[in-house]
T-cell receptor, first 111, second 111 residues
Framework: NAGVTQTPKFQVLKTGQSMTLQCAQDMNHEYMSWYRQDPGMGLRLIHYSVGAGITDQGEVPNGYNVSRSTTEDFPLRLLSAAPSQTSVYFC??????????FGPGTRLTVL | EDKVVQSPLSLVVHEGDTVTLNCSYEVTNFRSLLWYKQEKKAPTFLFMLTSSGIEKKSGRLSSILDKKELFSILNITATQTGDSAIYLCAVRWAGSYQLTFGKGTKLSVIP
C-alpha cells in the first residue's frame, strides 16, 4: 500500500492563479480531510468528506473547493490564489475521524 | 478563543530527561482526545483517549486523560534525540467528524 499520496510536493503560484492539489489513498478509507498548517497555528481543517459524494466545510473553507467522486481521490482546488494561502497542506484519510493517516504534504507559496 | 490549548509551546531538554506535555480543552460534548507526533513532515498517530484515568502506553511514551479537569498529559521518559518533534493534541467533539488541533509543543532533545 502506498498509503496517502499528495502531489505536487512543492508549488509556487502567482496571485489570482488557480490550481488543484491532488490527494489519493489506497486503503479504502471512507473519511478524508484537508488541513493547512501555518507557523504557530497548528493544523486547521479546510474541508472533509465522510464518503464518496459527501463533502463538508471545516474551520477555514473560504477560497477552497473540494469534490469526492471516488473513495480514493479527494482533490483540493484553489479558485484564485492569494498570498494568505501560502501554507503547507496535508491530506489525511482514515476509517474513522480519529486515527487519521496523513500524506507527506504540499508546500504552497503564493506570490 | 482557542478550544484546545497546549503547553508549553516549546521545550528543550537533555537526553535522558523526562518530559510532560500538556493539553487542555473546553468542555462541550467531548468525544475523544488524540496525540500525534510530527517530525519533518506528516503527523503520525500516537494515542487516542476517550476514558478518564486510563493510561495508554507505548514504550517510553504514555498518556492519560482527566475528563473532570479537562486535560491530558503526554509523558516521555528517558528522552532521546529521536523524540525531537512537534507533538500535536487534537480533540473531537461528540456529533462532529472534525478534529480540532492545538498549536503543538515543539520538543527539542539535545545530546
Amino acid at each position: 500500500n502506498a498509503g496517502v499520496t499528495q502531489t505536487p510536493k512543492f508549488q509556487v503560484l502567482k496571485t489570482g492563479q488557480s490550481m488543484t492539489l491532488q490527494c489519493a489513498q489506497d486503503m479504502n478509507h471512507e473519511y478524508m480531510s484537508w488541513y493547512r498548517q501555518d507557523p504557530g497555528m497548528g493544523l486547521r481543517l479546510i474541508h472533509y468528506s465522510v464518503g464518496a459524494g459527501i463533502t463538508d466545510q471545516g474551520e477555514v473553507p473560504n477560497g477552497y473547493n473540494v469534490s469526492r467522486s471516488t473513495t480514493e481521490d479527494f482533490p483540493l482546488r484553489l479558485l484564485s490564489a492569494a498570498p494568505s494561502q501560502t501554507s503547507v497542506y496535508f491530506c489525511a484519510s482514515s476509517l474513522n475521524p480519529d486515527t487519521q493517516y496523513f500524506g507527506p504534504g504540499t508546500r504552497l507559496t503564493v506570490l | 478563543e482557542d478550544k484546545v490549548v497546549q503547553s508549553p509551546l516549546s521545550l528543550v531538554v537533555h537526553e535522558g530527561d523526562t518530559v510532560t506535555l500538556n493539553c487542555s480543552y473546553e468542555v462541550t460534548n467531548f468525544r475523544s482526545l488524540l496525540w500525534y507526533k510530527q517530525e519533518k513532515k506528516a503527523p503520525t498517530f500516537l494515542f487516542m483517549l476517550t476514558s478518564s484515568g486510563i493510561e495508554k502506553k507505548s514504550g517510553r511514551l504514555s498518556s492519560i486523560l482527566d475528563k473532570k479537569e479537562l486535560f491530558s498529559i503526554l509523558n516521555i521518559t528517558a528522552t532521546q534525540t529521536g523524540d525531537s518533534a512537534i507533538y500535536l493534541c487534537a480533540v473531537r467533539w461528540a456529533g462532529s467528524y472534525q478534529l480540532t488541533f492545538g498549536k503543538g509543543t515543539k520538543l527539542s532533545v539535545i545530546p
